[in-house]
């Protein structure tokens, strides 16, 4: 059962433009949302991430914008540089016994050209 | 560095063959969990141990096993490897997670397993 819908697959944006990636829960009992990047060859990084008593959480060029009620958040990437080119995983968790673990999309591969 | 150490970063050996993947979590970190990235696929939740104990299980077969050591380092073992075993073995980990805090979980930068 997929508990955590991303989209798009793929996404080629030009360099200064903004990246949007969304994604779509169905597990009420999430509590916490983090976005995570991924480089060739190396482990997720954490980029940012929410809890769902706010919207919006802004760092740098980094926005997550958060709809409960829709069960819905997406992550934004502002002025998209090249080096923004990876692969990006929305996640969620809850702090209930047994669902610690996080519960990832199936990915978005990002690649910003010149 | 995320601080998660793991070994060995590369291996290939062949179908029927045993493994274990090793992994070292963060300073202070009681729980460990193991994910599956095969090419071009998402992370698959193997499982999750929590100061020793099994936490929670996901898509992990019968031929995986895992155990979360005193000293908190964990391991992984693949068994009677198949060549669909090929694939990135992630080890991430995190404190005990509460509604106040949230608790990011860490990722070392994986195993990569290849089945011949």
């Known amino acids: 059962q997929q508990q955590v819908k991303q989209s798009p697959q793929s996404l080629i944006v030009q360099k200064g433009g903004i990246s949007i990636i969304n994604c779509a829960y169905e597990n009420t009992a999430f509590d916490y949302f983090p976005w995570y990047q991924q480089f060739p060859g190396k482990g997720p990084a954490l980029l940012i991430a929410i809890r769902p008593d706010v919207s919006e959480k802004k760092e740098g060029r980094f926005t997550i914008s958060f709809n409960k009620s829709a069960k819905q958040f997406s992550l934004h990437i502002m002025d998209s540089q090249p080096g923004d080119s990876a692969t990006y995983f929305c996640a969620a968790r809850s702090a209930n016994f047994g669902n610690e673990k996080l519960t990832f999309g199936t990915g978005t591969r990002l690649t910003i050209i010149p | 560095d995320s601080g998660v150490t793991q070994t060995p970063k590369h291996l290939i050996t062949a179908t029927g063959q045993r493994v274990t993947l090793r992994c070292s979590p963060r300073?202070?970190?009681?729980?460990v969990y193991w994910y599956q990235q095969s090419l071009d696929q998402g992370l698959q939740f193997l499982i999750q141990?929590?100061?020793?104990?099994?936490?929670a299980k996901g898509n992990i077969l019968e031929r995986f096993s895992a155990q979360q050591f005193p000293d908190l380092h964990s391991e992984l073992n693949l068994s009677s490897l198949e060549l669909g075993d090929s694939a990135l073995y992630f080890c991430a980990s995190s404190g005990l997670m509460t509604v106040a805090s949230g608790n990011t979980i860490y990722f070392g930068e994986g195993s990569w397993l290849t089945v011949v």
């Open positions: 300073s202070g970190d009681l729980s």
């Open positions: 141990y929590y100061n020793g104990e099994e936490r």
